[in-house]
């Protein structure tokens, strides 16, 4: 369930988009929801979507109950770096420059 990264990050990883995890800090880019930030809460990786800080809807009870998005609707603003994190931007961006080698022998 990936997200694509902002263009800052993008930059500074090299790396388009990005398993979307808990605590990521994301921007909503479609729906009724668009242009709100927020960290994200919860990740269900059954139904596809993911649940994001503060994006909520009153039930006809009160009940304040979270919004699903989809993960390819949010763009990934600031990225929760822990060992797992920074091994996969590390062999992604591994893999980018050894293409971008072989495609210069050629």
Do not use: F, W
């Not at 800052?8 to 668009?34: A, C, F, M, Q, Y």
């Not at 993911?50 to 909520?56: D, G, L, N, Q, T």
């Not at 980018?96 to 022998?105: F, G, H, L």
């Amino acid at each position: 369930m990936s997200a694509p990264l902002s263009k800052e990050l993008r930059e500074k990883h090299n790396v388009r988009s990005i398993p979307i995890r808990k605590d990521d800090e994301v921007l909503i880019t479609r729906g009724s929801n668009k242009g709100r930030e927020g960290k994200i809460t919860t990740v269900y990786r059954l139904k596809y979507i993911v649940h994001v800080e503060r994006v909520s809807r009153e039930k006809s009870n009160g009940q304040s109950v979270p919004i699903p998005i989809a993960p390819s609707k949010c763009i990934i603003t600031k990225l929760k770096i822990d060992k797992d994190r920074e091994s996969i931007l590390e062999r992604i961006k591994a893999g980018r420059e050894e293409k971008t080698k072989k495609n210069t022998k050629d």
